[in-house]
């Protein structure tokens, strides 16, 4: 027989040997990539641009696809935003009164989600090929766009749910359209939250890989325009590691370092800005516990009553 | 002094939530400028019937309206009018003030500024009168510009209602308005519904008696999506007639 003590036992053990393997892999992955790119990093790799021969050892830096990858994921995370804001507000407030339909969306843009970015970048490229277009900067940020819409339509449309009703009806009853009350009102209420959105959206445009390797092409300069070619950090990883020499790999870890690096600033603020957002929920919470508990009382005072009435009735 | 006048009358109204029949053949003809209050225990039904009367129904999946609401001599649940415009009609106050989320002084110039009215001028002076009108003008005048979700509950609820007379309603409707309130800001809210009434019609939610035998001219008495009983306050709470209404008012009196 097992008893109660063991079976929590056995529990603690699993639990305590799961946070260590996601701890212990965590500190293996950063741990490996400081030592190897850490000694390699240089103002020289950030500054610079590959000079001739700069895959075989030579000098110069990978400037071009620190700045293509930024150009990248800037553009593509701002065509992702002005879809995915107006579709999200169109969800929580034009079809508001339509559950069954907003459950097939959600779920949809569920599935997008997990679909492999590789497959997004073959479907870039069969577009590409259907208009003609080759390799470039423009094909790389609408492909990115798109394996980012769904995600940041879901990261607003999480928080865009819990958006009281009361507010919702208070703003219709006012006579606002509605536009208005998605764009003066309900907005106005969820700005914090569609910057989180935004920034997590970003992060995952700037380390997708598979979505670019089709689309994006990669060039040694920075390019001048959106219909160049451009390089980008996860590709410069991928192809520098796949070097034989040493210090081209060491120079691959180098740029994963970087990437980490830029990902890790951007959530930072995604965390400070949606923990802003917390604290000001989190008041919000308290005062509607407050009001809610106020609210509980009397209604007990009066089942009470009520319970009363009923006993004196039979 | 006239015979009064009917300002919303409702026919045979019936609601379903899916399969639920939540109000069944609800028949009451709401008297201009007084205050009516809907009476009955949770879940009788109460919310329901005051979201028909702005059509806030329109906003749930899964309901169904049948029966007509008549004000001013239009269906407005078959009118062809601008909903937003049936809506302007009336102001609403709900249970918890949801104060917009903008600061003070733009939740009372919100209404104004959506019917249309931009200038600055008019908007400072009609905020100012608004404020003063729910008595709230001299604790929140240096502090226009704070966000009105700093006022104390009391305080965001009686801005909730002066934000709902700048559309200039003829109609006032309240769910359960002070349950959410301490007794002294619920005073206050009530005093407010007596000021208002003689140039609003008030239609006020409520499940304490003692509260509605302080303010209701119009008494509508629910019970499980049925009108059990209605009438003028005097002839209701002294000379009710249902049985079903002698023990609700006899239990929550005693
Ligand atoms: N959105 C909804 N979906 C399903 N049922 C509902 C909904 N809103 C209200 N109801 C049902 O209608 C009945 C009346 O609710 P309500 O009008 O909120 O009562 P009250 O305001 O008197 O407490 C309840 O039994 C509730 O279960
Ligand atoms: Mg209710």
Known sequence: MMTKKTEENIFKVLMVLSTSIIICGFLLIMGSVLIKGLPTLSIEMLTEVPQGGYYFGKGGGILNAIVGSLYLSLGATFLAFIVALPVSLFMNVYLINKNKLLNVIRYLLDLLWGVPSIVYGAFGFIIMVYFGLRTSLLAGIITVALFVIPIMIRAMDEVFKTVPRGLIEVAFSLGSTKSETAFKVFFKQVIPSVVTAVLLSFGRAIGDAASILFTTGYTDSIPTSLLEPTATLPLAVFFQLSSPIPEVQNRAYASALVLILIILIISLLARIISNKNNLKKFNIKNAVNKRFIYYKNIRNNYNLSYKKRRKSQQ | ?254
């Not at chain 2, 109460?46 to 169904?64: E, M, P």
């Not at chain 2, 609820?157 to 007379?165: E, W």
């Not at chain 2, 007639?241 to 008012?249: P, R």
């Open chain 2, 1 to 254: 002094m006239k015979a009064t006048e009917t300002e919303i009358k409702i026919n045979n109204l019936n609601v379903f939530h899916g399969n639920h029949h939540t109000l069944k053949n609800i028949n009451i003809e709401i008297p201009k400028q007084k205050i009516t209050v809907i009476l009955g225990s949770s879940g009788c039904g109460k919310t329901t019937l005051l979201k028909c009367l702005n059509r806030l129904t329109d906003l749930y999946s899964n309901i169904k309206v049948n029966g007509e609401i008549i004000i001013n001599g239009e269906d407005i649940l078959h009118s062809k009018e601008d909903i937003t415009n049936i809506r302007r009609k009336m102001g609403l106050l709900s249970q918890m003030p949801y104060p917009l989320p903008m600061n003070i002084y733009n939740n009372i110039a919100y209404g104004l500024k959506i019917s249309g009215r931009k200038k600055k001028k008019y908007l400072n002076k009609r905020v100012e009168y608004y404020l003063k009108q729910i008595n709230l003008w001299e604790e929140v005048k240096d502090r226009l510009k704070d966000p009105a979700s700093s006022l104390s509950l009391g305080q965001q609820q009686r801005l909730c209602l002066a934000r709902g007379l700048t559309v200039d309603p003829n109609i006032i409707l309240a769910d359960e308005p002070t349950s959410a309130l301490d007794p002294v800001s619920s005073n206050a809210i009530e005093e407010l519904f007596l000021n208002l009434k003689q140039h609003y019609t008030t239609v006020l939610v409520t499940h304490t008696l003692r509260q509605a035998k302080r303010i209701a001219d119009y008494v509508v008495f629910m019970y499980l999506g049925e009108i059990i009983e209605q009438g003028p306050a005097d002839e209701f709470f002294n000379n009710p007639k249902m049985e079903k209404t002698k023990s609700y008012l006899r239990g929550t009196s005693n």
